[in-house]
């Protein structure tokens, strides 16, 4: 079974930056989306983005449109989550998850269809 995990989380000030991974442990990552979701304390799990295993389409949530990039390596073991101009809002565990697919590019951030997720990482925006 897939299994991934995140890191790069950490304490940031607002407009700095985080760079998030999602590696995968034994598996390459070439026919799997990837989505990133975030859950702040109190508020229910949100879609930030997704990228499609082709890496053709990208989508984010557009609370961090123009802010966040989502990007694959070329080994296809590790998805990134580039956050910059971090706003105390951006607060929350961040999660990686995958799905497999035949479809290479689509991507949806569906929190149902994703069967695989990491045990997140803590995202804290704070002066």
């Known amino acids: 079974q897939l299994q991934l995990v995140e890191s790069g989380g950490g304490l940031v000030q607002p407009g700095g930056s985080l760079r998030l991974s999602c590696a995968a442990s034994g598996f390459t990552l070439d026919y799997y989306v990837i989505g990133w979701f975030r859950q702040a304390p109190g508020k229910e799990r949100e879609g930030v983005s997704c990228?499609?295993?082709?890496?053709?389409?990208?989508n984010y949530a557009d609370s961090v449109k123009g802010r966040f990039t989502i990007s694959r390596d070329n080994a296809e073991t590790t998805v990134h989550l580039q956050m910059d101009n971090l706003k105390p809002e951006d607060t929350a565990v961040y999660y990686c998850?995958?799905?497999?697919?035949?479809?290479?590019?689509?991507?949806?951030?569906?929190?149902?269809?994703?069967?695989?997720w990491g045990q997140g990482t803590q995202v804290t925006v704070s002066s």
């Open positions: 990228i499609s295993s082709n890496s053709g389409n990208t």
């Open positions: 998850a995958a799905y497999s697919t035949i479809v290479q590019a689509v991507c949806t951030m569906n929190s149902r269809v994703f069967r695989s």
